[in-house]
Structure formats: structure tokens, C-alpha cells
């Protein structure tokens, strides 16, 4: 398993990875879910914490991610979005577990794989779709969506100060040619943004597409009010997350119980939550983490357990 460990090390390197595992308190007989499989980083660690008795499922929607399937008979590869976790289980004739692991960023793998259109870094097609089977592309939004709904778009998946300036200029572009470049989209908007934060400000705007046609936001809803019905009481929900909009809603859901963060209390002053607070506030990169691996800087996870 050592030697498999070391071959998939390139595809993705986890964030927070320790403390994600520790997070989800391992029974060795129990049953764990690794909802965001990626390259398998996580999932190798939860492996080794399990006995043979243990069971672990990994989730991912992406072909890419089956040759990074791991050779061992407690682990059950799923190929699907992580919301339609309820279903599968049941398929796998599964209850309920004891702990769930969701790694919400975007792998390594996924922008330096430059075809796949998520990173302006190369020109590509303007793609970004996590399951290249199914869907629209980036592309396809870029080019027929008003600019009324790319200033929404942008709006909810970024933390964009000119949204709908940056979405005309878009709507102005098309109009003489179709975007269908990362290279093209980049230059187009690339005059609106600051200078001194352009690299940041362009990911901002490729990240705000990429939720959009992946349906990021509704999937994770999903998740979220999903992970209390699979769940066995006492059991984790660890959530590592990236950016503001995902961090927003997994603080909410685990705090109040609802993703709209309304605090709902009983006679007696309680919150009505079926969640208790593992952290009160985020576990974050330490300074060496950092050093080490410059992505994990914006990382936070949030762990709960089900009452």
C-alpha cells in the first residue's frame, strides 16, 4: 500500500490532513465516508486507522479519480456527486456511518491538468466541468448567459467588487467573437481588475464559473442536510473549505442547524440543532503547512458531531 501512497502523491496534496483525519475520531470497525475522494489522499489516511472490520466509501464524480482507487477490500469507490450520498448507501446496503470527511478545493490535479480549462495559467478550452460526461461547459455559460445573469453568477461565487462591470465587458466581448479560451476570458477581463490583485481577482472570476457549472452551491446544500440522515449519532461531519460563500454555509449548518443560519431556539432558550460544535471556531493551515504547500493558505475545517 506504501508504494501505491507514493505513486499518487502528485495528483493532489491535502489540506489540513492530519487534523481532518483526527477530526473524524476513527472507530476501527467503523463506517467512513469520504465524500470528496480527489486523489485519495485523505481517504489513504483514513484507511490506515481502520481495522479489518472497518469499511470506507469514496465519492467522487470525476473519471479521473477511479485510477486513484485504493487496492484494498474495506474501501468501495463510488463514482457520483457527494450529494446523492443517501442514495448509494442504501445501494451498498448501509445504514449509517460514523463519520463523513468533505474536502471542498479544487485538487492540485484539476488546474494543472491545463485541458481542463480551470486555471488561466494556460490557454485551454474554457471547460471546467468536473464530470466531462454530462453538463454545460464554462463556455457555453460565458457566451448565452445575459449579463444580468453573470453579474449573479459572479456575484454568488466570488467576493468581486465589480460584478456586473466585469460581466459587461464579457456580454461586449461575445458580441464580436465567442469566448471559448481560458486565454480569452483572461484578457477580456483582465483591463477591470486591480493590478496589484489581478492574479487573485482572475481566480475570483474563474472560481465564480466554476461553481456555477458544476452546481457547487445546490450540491452542497444537498450535502449538508443530507450528512444528519446518514449519520449515526456521535458520528463526524468534518468539512475543509476554501472560500467564503462554502465556509458560510458549513459554519451555519453546523451551528443553527439550517444553512440559512437562523438561530431557532426551544422553550427553554436551546438551539434546535441536531449538531454539537466539535470546534467553536476553524482549524486552520499552521505556518509550516503553508511554507510547505502555498494552496492550503485559505483552507478552514469545521468538524461537528450528530447528537
Not at 158 to 177: G, Y
Not at 220 to 248: C, M, Q, W
Not at 275 to 301: F, G, Q, Y
Amino acid at each position: 500500500m506504501e508504494d501505491n501512497t507514493t505513486q499518487h502523491i502528485p495528483y493532489h496534496t491535502p489540506a489540513l490532513f492530519n487534523e481532518a483525519i483526527d477530526a473524524l475520531d476513527i472507530k476501527p470497525d467503523g463506517i467512513y465516508i469520504d465524500a470528496t475522494f480527489g486523489g485519495g489522499g485523505h481517504s489513504r489516511g483514513i484507511i490506515d486507522r481502520l481495522g479489518p472490520d472497518g469499511r470506507l466509501l469514496g465519492f467522487d464524480q470525476d473519471l479521473d479519480a477511479i485510477a486513484n482507487a485504493l487496492p484494498d477490500e474495506r474501501f468501495t469507490f463510488v463514482r457520483s456527486n457527494f450529494r446523492y450520498i443517501p442514495n448509494f448507501l442504501r445501494f451498498h446496503g448501509i445504514d449509517k456511518a460514523d463519520g463523513i470527511l468533505a474536502d471542498l478545493g479544487v485538487s492540485f490535479h484539476h488546474f494543472d491538468d491545463a485541458e481542463r480549462g480551470f486555471s488561466f495559467r494556460a490557454d485551454a478550452p474554457l471547460d471546467m466541468r468536473m464530470n466531462r460526461a454530462a453538463g454545460q461547459t464554462a463556455a457555453d455559460l460565458v457566451n448565452t448567459l445575459s449579463d444580468q445573469e453573470l453579474t449573479v453568477t459572479l456575484r454568488l461565487g466570488s467576493d468581486l467588487q465589480n460584478p456586473a462591470r466585469i460581466a459587461r465587458a464579457i456580454a461586449k466581448a461575445r458580441a464580436d467573437s465567442p469566448i471559448l479560451t481560458t486565454t480569452q476570458l483572461a484578457d477580456t477581463v483582465r483591463p477591470l481588475l486591480n493590478p496589484r490583485n489581478e492574479k487573485k481577482e482572475l481566480a475570483q472570476v474563474f472560481q465564480a464559473l466554476r461553481i456555477a457549472v458544476n452546481h457547487e452551491t445546490d450540491a452542497l446544500v444537498d450535502f449538508l442536510l443530507n450528512a444528519a440522515k446518514v449519520l449515526r449519532p456521535g458520528g463526524r461531519l468534518a468539512v475543509i473549505t476554501y472560500h467564503s460563500l462554502e465556509d458560510r454555509m458549513v459554519k451555519a449548518l453546523m451551528k443553527c442547524g439550517n444553512i440559512e443560519g437562523n438561530l431557532e431556539k426551544d422553550f427553554f432558550g436551546n438551539v434546535n440543532t441536531p449538531w454539537t460544535l466539535i470546534t467553536r471556531s476553524p482549524i486552520v493551515p499552521s505556518a509550516e503547512e503553508i511554507e510547505a504547500n502555498p494552496r492550503a493558505r485559505s483552507a478552514k475545517l469545521r468538524v461537528a458531531a450528530l447528537k
